[in-house]
């Protein structure tokens, strides 16, 4: 790691380890996201306690097995994995299977996952942890569409005192949208989830496709992947390899926005960022902006900020922490 990298790290060291549910609709690049956690959770820098799952970028029962799956490749059998939500709020589900592939996994064969599937539901399992939690102590980092998180905020409000910060990957404000012209995914598919998020009270960051589009996986970064001489470098590389085709082809980028992971990163390593205090809404009718995100960036409305907008990503220390995670993998 270079030294630059490093003093990233050198803050981790000095703080208290962030404690993660990683709420995620399992998706090519939530499973680096989840990967990425489980690798820096392998270098002592934070803790995973739960996977819970929503329908997203494929359907719920997917998303669910694929979490199970990703929990095995990492050696963590023994991580909780919650189903939640199977449909957005109010809005019919649309999925993202010509981005994610038929399984949400780039069409890979799959083994039928070790780590089970628990009982209780993802927003039932967040009440119970989260009240009963230190005050402020615990990150949820929400990298699909927002239904678990407002469902959760929605039915026990007192739930949120146990919230350190939500870090959610999602919205575009300077960026155009990934699928409407306006908006982004996650936000699109449930909008009035990620409206009753965004005014919960509650301390948030927001990653949205304004700085992802910043984290990009070329072809030389998936290489360093497939070069790592553990299972899960070459694993990554062979699902990324098939999402930065997609990306390639339909955004005409210089690689592929790895989304996702970012919210984790962020969670670790805020200072890895620049970010703006601002106040961001997501409209939940217009017939050609649904799910779009309205930031007040000069704060012309006089709405108290209630977001920290990320803006600006270090990208070369950024895949840094993310290629050491990897490598801590089995
Ligand atoms: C988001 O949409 C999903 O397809 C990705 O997993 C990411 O969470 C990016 O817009
Ligand atoms: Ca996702």
Known sequence: MTAHAQRYLDYCHNRRKPQLIIDTDPGQDDAAAILMALGLEEMGLLEVLALTTVAGNVSLHNTSKNACVIADWAGRSDLGVYGGAEKPLI?????????????????????????PLKVLHAVAYMVDLL????????????????????????????????????????????HPGNVTPMAEFNFYVDPHAAQVVLQAGVPLRVLPLDVTHQALLTRERI??????????????????????????????????????????????????????????????????????????????????????????????????LFNAAIAALP
């Open 91 to 115: 809005k019919t589900l649309i999925t993202a299977q010509h981005v994610h592939g038929h399984n949400g996994l780039g069409g890979m064969q799959l083994h039928k996952p070790k780590t």
């Open 131 to 174: 009240t009963h939690a230190e005050p402020y102590s615990i990150t949820i980092c929400a990298v699909g569409p927002l239904t678990n998180i407002a469902q959760m905020l929605s039915l026990a409000p007192e739930a949120a005192r146990g919230i350190k910060e939500i870090v959610i990957m999602g919205g575009s404000y300077f």
């Open 223 to 320: 290489q360093t992947l497939a070069d790592m001489g553990n299972d899960n470098g070459p694993r990554l590389a062979t699902l990324l390899d098939h999402y930065e085709r997609h990306e390639q082809a339909s955004l005409h980028a210089g690689g592929a926005p790895l989304h996702d992971p970012c919210a984790i990163a962020c969670a670790l390593i805020p200072e890895l960022f620049e970010q703006k205090r601002v106040h961001a809404a997501v409209e939940t009718q217009g017939q050609l902006t649904m799910g779009a995100c309205v930031v007040d960036w000069w704060g012309k409305s006089k709405a108290i900020a209630n977001v920290n907008w990320a803006t600006a990503v270090d990208d070369e220390a950024f895949f840094e």
